[in-house]
């Protein structure tokens, strides 16, 4: 009777044996996934940069496209100026040909 209860306490002792392992490979497998959900939360930080970034290009983008709307709009009062100051050069060399005739 004796000899079953040291086989039962060796099977006991194994069982606990087994499940301290499982415990330990659960506590790796909890450690793994802390360090995924680290790597995880670091690459939405990443991404929440690259999207602050990316917001400030556009928004520079914008700007240029702005001051350059602005330049072409310039650029036009300019020429348009310069077609007035031809037309009353025209006017000028016109009366001037009367005045010769």
Known sequence: MCFFGEVWWLVGGYAVLIGGYAVLIGGYAVL???YAVLIGGYAVLIGGYAVLVGGYAVLIGGYAVLVGGY???????????????VLVGGYAVLIGGYAVL
């Not at 072409?72 to 100051?85: D, K, N, P, Q, T």
């Open 71 to 85: 330049a072409v709009l310039i650029g036009g009062y300019a020429v348009l100026i310069g077609g007035y100051a």
């Open 32 to 34: 793994v996934g802390g």
